[in-house]
């Protein structure tokens, strides 16, 4: 299967919107809207790109990748490391998860705490007892996830609605001036306040999640996983787009009569506690817990896993103690001390991880200059680290004069020239390197069959090769053919893979299964097995399933997974007892599925095929070709 069905693009592109829609969305587009007030929609249009559009190709361009650690590791291992780790420490303790607690508290506690209270206090006894709840359902977050997953979106949506719809006929309410921030330049304004939202850095790890779950309904093939993942992509992010300009509408509405709140939440409780009241101040804070509290759980479980597998020593019990631990202590600096703290960090990750996105879809082009992707994301991170030093103060001298000096500068985006310098540089270097650039594309091939058919086909393809088989047992849990050889073939590639040196390396697994009315014919056991498996394909049409496992190792050691399943359809002439038996005594039918090979005497009994002749022979071998042509010089 290539696509789809229609429910199932439209489930995909759910589930991304949710993953992409915590609490933290809510609070910064009514903030946007309220201080860019007449100039709310051009802000709008720059916080569409780096919070919709570029989160959105994010998604694809990992799923395209292979995963993160896949894509930053074509700029360098250690690259991978450092920036993975800041990943982490962004959308989990050191941003992230406290900042699902702060925003709870000034939505759901703030409002209703008397006057004369210490709301300080309040504070760190709420944290508290937030932290450890969602550390005790982070052991166990199934429980919770699968029953608000059922009606958390639905209830953030209605309220948005119900509020936007009112709001519309809010009398009291007037577009207001644009602060002094939003006069000049809204867009550029608006394309750095995208940041806040983490979203095109949280994108870098959803885009596996989401390719691996269009891969378990049946689509295999790589360009479609990709297309199928753009679709979903642009359901999410329309539904983020409708929803993001309802809640900038909304603050800016206000924008004439209060533009004084320090951030988002105020804004939101402002304009709600005007329009219902008390009433809609505990609606509003009941669902801001709700979903806060989800995604504290879900960010506590994501880093704890992370760094369980970097660290495993560690157990994951141990990881969720110490992360929830340090967000409680981070959380009580309040969060608009928090978004100030998360400025300069997301300002220095962000650059990069859009330019890595933009690599990743420049990477058919690009792939064959290696200098390319480590170059550009030197110059892009160099800029943004000296950037933010220069905001912070810190004396630079000749640097921070070249900065001051270059497009962009006081727009807070002076990264995208040297990004475009690096990318020119990278190109002419590989260019003058090539030698280099030539050996690092010469690859190994190991067949991980011993399969003399197989070998056969290889070698009628061209490529140089090796053969060696796994020992692993065959064990699969699937019940489709189709995926039982892809899991065959997967385990196969990958237990000879452990066995070698990971570095410009290509491994190839297969498995071929005979399919006769949706039960399973493997190798037969003995001559009468073979016989009865014989006389059950005559006069009918059965099925021929060859999984493919390709493993691509590049010099990094880095691996990028091709994994597809072909059927070919067969149609057996009657036989005779006496043709069946004759054929079983004069050929070697124990290692074939089916007991029988179409390339031999069998060949006269096959009336027709309908689909790939060499994938019935065990091998699909054009479309190995297609895959490997790229990826090595035969």
Same mark, same amino acid.
């Given at each position: 299967?290539?696509?789809?069905?229609?429910?199932?693009?439209?489930?995909?592109?759910?589930? $991304?919107?949710?993953?992409?829609?915590?609490?933290?969305?809510?609070?910064?587009?009514?903030?946007?809207?309220?201080?860019?007030?007449?100039?709310? =929609?051009?802000?709008?249009?720059?916080?569409?790109?780096?919070?919709?559009?570029?989160?959105?190709?994010?998604?694809?361009?990992?799923?395209?990748?292979?995963?993160?650690?896949?894509?930053?590791?074509?700029?360098?291992?250690?690259?991978?490391?450092?920036?993975?780790?800041?990943?982490?420490?962004?959308?989990?303790?050191?941003?992230?998860?406290?900042?699902?607690?702060?925003?709870?508290?000034?939505?759901?506690?703030? @409002?209703?705490? @008397?006057?004369?209270?210490?709301?300080?206090?309040?504070? #760190?006894? &709420?944290?508290?007892?937030?932290?450890?709840?969602?550390?005790?359902?982070?052991?166990?977050?199934?429980?919770?996830?699968?029953?608000?997953?059922?009606?958390?979106?639905?209830?953030?949506?209605?309220?948005?609605?119900?509020?936007?719809?009112?709001?519309?006929?809010?009398?009291?309410?007037?577009?207001?001036?644009?602060?002094?921030?939003?006069?000049?330049?809204?867009?550029?304004?608006?394309?750095?306040?995208?940041?806040?939202?983490?979203?095109?850095?949280?994108?870098?790890?959803?885009?596996?999640?989401?390719?691996?779950?269009?891969?378990?309904?049946? *689509?295999?093939?790589?360009?479609?996983?990709?297309?199928?993942?753009?679709?979903?992509?642009?359901?999410?992010?329309?539904?983020? #787009?409708?929803?993001?300009?309802?809640?900038?509408?909304?603050?800016?509405?206000?924008?004439?009569?209060?533009?004084?709140?320090?951030?988002?939440?105020?804004?939101?409780?402002?304009?709600?506690?005007?329009?219902?009241?008390?009433?809609?101040?505990?609606? #509003?804070?009941?669902?801001?817990?709700?979903?806060?509290?989800?995604?504290?759980?879900?960010?506590?479980?994501?880093?704890?896993?992370?760094?369980?597998?970097?660290? @495993?020593?560690?157990?994951?019990?141990? =990881?969720?103690?110490?992360?929830?631990?340090?967000?409680?202590?981070?959380?009580?600096?309040?969060?608009?001390?928090?978004?100030?703290?998360?400025?300069?960090?997301?300002?220095?990750?962000?650059?990069?991880?859009?330019? $890595?996105?933009?690599?990743?879809?420049?990477? @058919? =082009?690009?792939?064959?200059?290696?200098?390319?992707?480590?170059?550009?994301?030197?110059?892009?991170?160099?800029?943004?680290?000296?950037?933010?030093?220069?905001?912070?103060?810190?004396?630079?001298?000749?640097?921070?004069?070249?900065?001051?000096?270059?497009?962009?500068?006081?727009?807070?985006?002076? =990264?995208?020239?040297?990004?475009?310098?690096?990318?020119?540089?990278?190109? #002419?270097?590989?260019?003058?390197?090539?030698?280099?650039?030539?050996?690092?594309?010469?690859?190994?091939?190991?067949?991980?069959?011993?399969?003399?058919?197989?070998?056969?086909?290889?070698?009628?393809?061209?490529?140089?090769? !090796?053969?060696?088989?796994?020992?692993?047992?065959?064990?699969?849990?699937?019940?489709?053919?189709? !995926?039982?050889?892809?899991?065959?073939?997967?385990?196969?590639?990958?237990?000879?893979?452990?066995?070698? !040196?990971?570095?410009?390396?290509?491994?190839?697994?297969?498995?071929?299964?005979?399919?006769?009315?949706?039960?399973?014919?493997?190798?037969?056991?003995?001559?009468?097995?073979?016989?009865?498996?014989?006389?059950?394909?005559?006069?009918?049409?059965?099925? *021929?399933?060859?999984?493919?496992?390709?493993?691509?190792?590049?010099?990094?050691?880095?691996?990028?997974?091709?994994?597809?399943?072909?059927?070919?359809?067969?149609? *057996?002439?009657?036989?005779?007892? !006496?043709?069946?038996?004759?054929?079983?005594?004069?050929?070697?039918?124990?290692?074939?599925?089916?007991?029988?090979?179409?390339?031999?005497?069998?060949?006269?009994?096959?009336?027709?095929?309908?689909?790939?002749? &060499?994938?019935?022979?065990?091998?699909?071998?054009?479309?190995?070709?297609?895959?490997?042509?790229?990826?090595?010089?035969?």
């Amino acid at each position: 299967m290539n696509q789809l069905t229609k429910k199932n693009t439209i489930l995909v592109g759910l589930t $991304l919107f949710s993953m992409f829609f915590g609490a933290g969305n809510l609070i910064f587009p009514p903030f946007l809207g309220n201080q860019a007030g007449v100039n709310v =929609w051009i802000a709008m249009a720059g916080f569409a790109v780096t919070a919709i559009g570029f989160p959105i190709f994010g998604v694809a361009a990992v799923a395209k990748s292979g995963g993160l650690d896949v894509l930053a590791k074509r700029v360098h291992p250690v690259f991978a490391s450092i920036f993975t780790l800041l990943i982490y420490v962004s959308i989990g303790p050191g941003l992230a998860i406290p900042r699902t607690a702060s925003t709870s508290f000034e939505m759901a506690v703030l @409002p209703f705490i @008397p006057t004369g209270i210490d709301a300080g206090k309040v504070q #760190l006894i &709420y944290s508290a007892a937030f932290f450890f709840v969602a550390f005790l359902i982070a052991l166990k977050p199934e429980k919770l996830t699968e029953c608000l997953g059922k009606f958390l979106t639905p209830c953030l949506l209605a309220l948005i609605f119900i509020v936007f719809v009112r709001a519309l006929f809010f009398k009291s309410g007037s577009f207001g001036a644009s602060t002094e921030a939003y006069q000049a330049g809204s867009f550029v304004k608006g394309f750095l306040e995208g940041y806040q939202t983490m979203d095109t850095i949280a994108a870098l790890n959803f885009g596996i999640v989401i390719a691996l779950g269009i891969r378990a309904k049946g *689509v295999t093939e790589e360009r479609a996983v990709v297309k199928e993942t753009m679709k979903a992509g642009l359901i999410a992010g329309g539904l983020l #787009l409708a929803i993001y300009s309802a809640l900038c509408y909304i603050g800016a509405m206000v924008s004439g009569t209060y533009q004084n709140g320090e951030n988002g939440a105020q804004v939101l409780t402002y304009v709600v506690q005007k329009i219902f009241g008390q009433a809609g101040l505990v609606l #509003l804070g009941v669902i801001f817990l709700i979903a806060c509290l989800n995604t504290c759980v879900g960010l506590l479980c994501c880093c704890s896993e992370y760094f369980k597998e970097l660290i @495993p020593k560690v157990p994951y019990i141990v =990881w969720s103690a110490v992360f929830a631990g340090i967000s409680f202590l981070v959380s009580n600096l309040g969060l608009s001390n928090i978004l100030k703290v998360s400025v300069p960090i997301l300002q220095t990750i962000y650059p990069m991880a859009i330019v $890595l996105i933009v690599l990743a879809f420049l990477h @058919p =082009w690009i792939a064959k200059w290696r200098f390319v992707y480590p170059v550009t994301i030197l110059m892009t991170g160099l800029t943004s680290v000296f950037y933010i030093l220069g905001t912070l103060g810190v004396k630079m001298g000749v640097i921070t004069t070249v900065l001051k000096s270059l497009p962009l500068y006081k727009e807070q985006l002076v =990264w995208i020239i040297p990004a475009i310098f690096g990318l020119a540089v990278g190109i #002419l270097s590989s260019i003058l390197l090539p030698k280099r650039g030539e050996k690092m594309r010469k690859k190994r091939i190991v067949l991980a069959s011993a399969s003399p058919r197989r070998s056969e086909l290889m070698k009628q393809a061209g490529f140089t090769f !090796e053969i060696q088989v796994s020992k692993k047992e065959e064990v699969y849990q699937s019940e489709r053919p189709d !995926e039982i050889v892809e899991e065959l073939s997967l385990l196969k590639a990958e237990d000879v893979a452990q066995s070698l !040196e990971q570095e410009n390396v290509i491994v190839i697994g297969a498995d071929t299964v005979v399919a006769l009315d949706g039960k399973i014919l493997g190798k037969p056991k003995s001559k009468e097995d073979a016989f009865a498996m014989i006389q059950s394909l005559q006069g009918r049409a059965h099925q *021929v399933y060859t999984g493919t496992a390709i493993l691509i190792f590049d010099e990094f050691g880095n691996c990028r997974t091709v994994n597809h399943a072909v059927c070919t359809e067969v149609f *057996v002439n009657p036989m005779s007892e !006496e043709e069946i038996t004759d054929y079983i005594e004069h050929e070697n039918v124990m290692d074939k599925a089916g007991a029988y090979g179409i390339q031999g005497r069998f060949a006269i009994h096959i009336d027709k095929i309908e689909g790939d002749y &060499y994938n019935v022979v065990g091998l699909p071998i054009s479309y190995i070709y297609e895959v490997l042509k790229e990826e090595v010089e035969r």
